[in-house]
């Protein structure tokens, strides 16, 4: 008879300090992230829990043009709504992140639980990818907004937006700064039923 595992552990201590300590990084150095880094992190990604083994998750991971029409898209937006001032601003933060990478998920037009478990799918994916990734020193930041659901958006992506919804764009590199944090007690959080 196997004996039960310990959970005081050198392993699981040093995996809840990866849970506890990864952040929400928003700059970033210059320092390239390998490819063969982001491939190994994409490959844990692929891994997340996913109902009936959908695997509904497509990752986009532009290159150096279509990162600059993703920037020009983000200006002419953020210019049509807040003002030129702001717009450069924000084409210069974004033509500063090093990595970059979009997930996607399909929608389901017959099942509507299916579309929001392959959703949650793609949440877990990025998670992995993100954990992956600041274990081995690299930051990143998990992003949505009106870029992404913007039909001339999906055009430079190549996606086709009655198809698929973007999940999230992520930003990773090594970061220049990161910030603190804290939660709320997990028994703040936490019910407890008979």
């Not at 300590?21 to 891994?47: C, I, K, N, S, Y």
């Not at 099942?111 to 998670?127: F, G, I, T």
């Not at 992995?128 to 930051?139: H, I, T």
């Amino acid at each position: 008879m196997k004996k039960a595992p310990s959970f005081e552990t050198q392993e699981l201590r040093e995996f809840a300090e990866v849970l506890h300590g990864r952040r929400t990084v928003d700059q970033f150095l210059h320092t390239p992230v390998p490819d063969q880094l982001v491939r190994a992190a994409l490959e844990a990604a692929t891994w997340a829990p996913n109902h009936y083994v959908s695997e509904p998750w497509r990752f986009i991971l532009p290159g150096p043009e279509t990162i600059g029409r993703i920037v020009d898209l983000c200006a002419e937006m953020v210019c049509a709504q807040k003002g030129p001032e702001l717009a450069d601003h924000k084409q210069k933060a974004w033509r500063e992140k090093p990595g970059w990478l979009i997930v996607t998920c399909p929608y389901s037009s017959e099942d509507a639980l299916r579309e929001k478990e392959d959703y949650a799918a793609c949440c877990a994916a990025v998670q992995n990818f993100m954990l992956y990734l600041w274990k081995a020193g690299v930051g990143s930041k998990w992003t949505t907004g009106p870029i992404t659901r913007d039909a001339r958006f999906f055009d430079i992506i190549e996606a086709d937006i009655e198809k698929v919804f973007v999940v999230g764009m992520l930003w990773f590199g090594y970061p220049k700064v990161t910030p603190t944090q804290s939660r709320a007690p997990v028994h703040v959080v936490t019910t407890t039923l008979p």
